[in-house]
């Protein structure tokens, strides 16, 4: 990743994470609620933790945010410089932390997300068409976004995850939730005398 792109990416998520507005899942001006649940904080704080001691650099957020009715509410964060195979790039989060782990080129970007265990969905962000198909053939994830969030799911089109990876078993939607609610029955008849 050039210097520029990196800045660019960091600064814009950096921007992003500060503009986002914590509360009540039912007032019209927040646009994050709580976390889950204990756990699932625990876990965001761990990954963090993690990711900082291993080298990582906290650009924005980092903690919970004090102020809420509970600690579950967690500040967006952004992390920089997250070395490859620390918690939070071996496990999935399941909180609000993007993680930035820097790399020279697209042949290294797909070896880094082949690398996770999971593969139900990842995206893919380029100006390039042949970069674009180049990255979705040979990343393994059952869904591959292009310019479109990996939060993006057509209920038209199959879901599910990656042969021999951790995540999303089976498919879903279209042709697939038919396929997967039939029973399929194979009936061998031999009518010669």
């Known amino acids: 990743m050039t210097p520029r792109l990196h800045d660019d990416l960091l600064s814009g998520l950096a921007a992003k994470a500060q503009s986002i507005r914590l509360g009540h899942p039912l007032d019209e001006d927040t646009t994050m609620g709580p ?68 790399v020279r080129d697209l042949d290294e970007a797909i070896e880094v997300a082949n690398s996770c265990r999971y593969g139900l969905c990842c995206s893919v962000f380029t100006g390039s068409l042949r970069n674009a198909f180049r990255a979705a053939e040979r990343l393994e994830c059952g869904v591959v976004n292009v310019n479109e969030s990996a939060a993006y799911w057509d209920g038209r089109t199959p879901f599910g995850g990656y042969s021999g990876k951790s995540s999303g078993v089976g498919r879903l939607g279209g042709a697939a939730t038919i396929e997967s609610m039939t029973q399929l029955k194979s009936i061998v008849l031999d009518v010669g005398a």
């Open 35 to 102: 976390l889950n649940n204990e756990g699932v904080a625990e876990k965001v704080d761990e990954h963090v933790a993690d990711a900082v001691e291993k080298g990582a650099t906290i650009v924005a957020g980092g903690t919970r945010a004090e102020g809420f009715p509970t600690r579950l509410y967690y500040r967006p964060t952004v992390l920089d410089d997250v070395p490859r195979r620390s918690l939070i790039d071996d496990e999935e989060t399941f909180g609000p932390v993007a993680p930035l782990i820097g």
